[in-house]
Nanobody, 123 residues
Framework: QVQLVESGGGLVQPGGSLELSCAAS????????MGWYRQAPGKQRELVAL???????NYADSAKGRFIISRDNAKNTVYLQMNSLKPGDTAVYYC?????????????????WGQGTQVTVSS
């Protein structure tokens, strides 16, 4: 079983910065894509940024130029550096990883989510 544990959320003033991190643990895991999603109250969960195992990245338009996603493959950890934060960035941020995990029955592909971390941008 793979667990994703997020950290780094909190309260920040508009224009400030936060860095989120998400570490995968548990079963031996080889993630392909890792990413960050967010869900604001009353809205659907949306993609913020995605990074592949070869470090190709994809960003939502709202994140381009302000957020940077990165990963450390050796640590199975993904990061999201968020700069120039706006009140509209307020949401619960979820880490996601898709890849193969080793179980007693062999390798199997899974789609895993973290528990979410709250980011609040407010003065």
């Amino acid at each position: 079983q793979v667990q994703l544990v997020e950290s780094g959320g909190g309260l920040v003033q508009p224009g400030g910065s936060l860095e989120l991190s998400c570490a995968a643990s548990g079963s031996i895991f080889s993630p392909n894509n890792m990413g960050w999603y967010r869900q604001a109250p009353g809205k659907q969960r949306e993609l913020v940024a995605l990074i592949t195992s070869s470090h190709s990245t994809n960003y939502a338009d709202s994140a381009k130029g302000r957020f940077i996603i990165s990963r450390d493959n050796a640590k199975n950890t993904v990061y999201l550096q968020m700069n120039s934060l706006k009140p509209g960035d307020t949401a619960v941020y979820y880490c996601n990883a898709v890849g193969f995990a080793l179980s007693p029955t062999g390798w199997s592909r899974g789609d895993y989510w973290g528990q979410g971390t709250q980011v609040t941008v407010s003065s």
